[in-house]
T-cell receptor
């Protein structure tokens, strides 16, 4: 079952602006990951944050995790046209050997 | 080699056909996965192999039959599919102890 909810479902911004996507989940987790998928292609791992971490940075990406609210956010700063893609959060549930993906946010960066 | 490859890229088949999807990785990963993804939806897990043994089957219909001949190769055999099985089929792999998964580009399957 897909436990993650993401919002917004779709986001359209101008190049250079920041993009923020949110993810909520329902069960206890070991960690939370964000993946990017370009249209009709495979997913690419972006960043992983562990359940005992609150914030993590990687280049233009900033991820936060609030386990009390069971939510995470992904911030992409100074967006580029190449950032146009779908973004999925994925949780690694405690005791389970699998990822559960959120519904995804479709991000469009307008030049 | 940090790549997961999948063949074919596209596949069109009739409901009475038998076909196979192939996935290969040479990263030494011991966990491999099959996902199904419909348009504008997240990937849905189908099967997980760990150390070449099937460890998870997400109640997938028997017309889908996975096979893991060795630690680098994963197949998905297809037989008597339905039009609603048309989707992007993604393969992924991971180190057994780490959660990050590496995905292949997928096979776009159309069932007529």
């Amino acid at each position: 079952s897909q436990q993650g909810e993401e919002d917004p479902q779709a986001l359209s911004i101008q190049e250079g602006e920041n993009a923020t996507m949110n993810c909520s989940y329902k069960t206890s987790i070991n960690n939370l990951q964000w993946y990017r998928q370009n249209s009709g292609r495979g997913l690419v791992h972006l960043i992983l944050i562990r359940s005992n971490e609150r914030e993590k940075h990687s280049g233009r990406l900033r991820v936060t995790l609030d386990t009390s609210k069971k939510s995470s956010s992904l911030l992409i700063t100074a967006s580029r046209a190449a950032d146009t893609a779908s973004y999925f959060c994925a949780t690694d549930e405690e005791g389970a050997q699998k990822l559960v993906f959120g519904q995804g946010t479709r991000l469009t960066i307008n030049p | 080699d940090t790549e997961v490859t999948q063949t074919p890229k596209h596949l069109v088949m009739g409901m009475t056909n038998k076909k196979s999807l192939k996935c290969e990785q040479h990263m030494g990963h011991r966990a491999m996965y099959w996902y199904k993804q419909k348009a504008k939806k997240p990937p849905e897990l189908m099967f997980v192999y760990s150390y070449e043994k099937l460890s998870i089957n997400e109640s997938v219909p028997s017309r889908f039959s996975p096979e893991c001949p060795n630690s680098s190769l994963l197949n998905l055999h297809l037989h008597a599919l339905q039009p609603e099985d048309s989707a992007l089929y993604l393969c992924a792999s991971s180190q057994d102890s780490l959660p990050e998964q590496f995905f292949g580009p997928g096979t776009r399957l159309t069932v007529l």
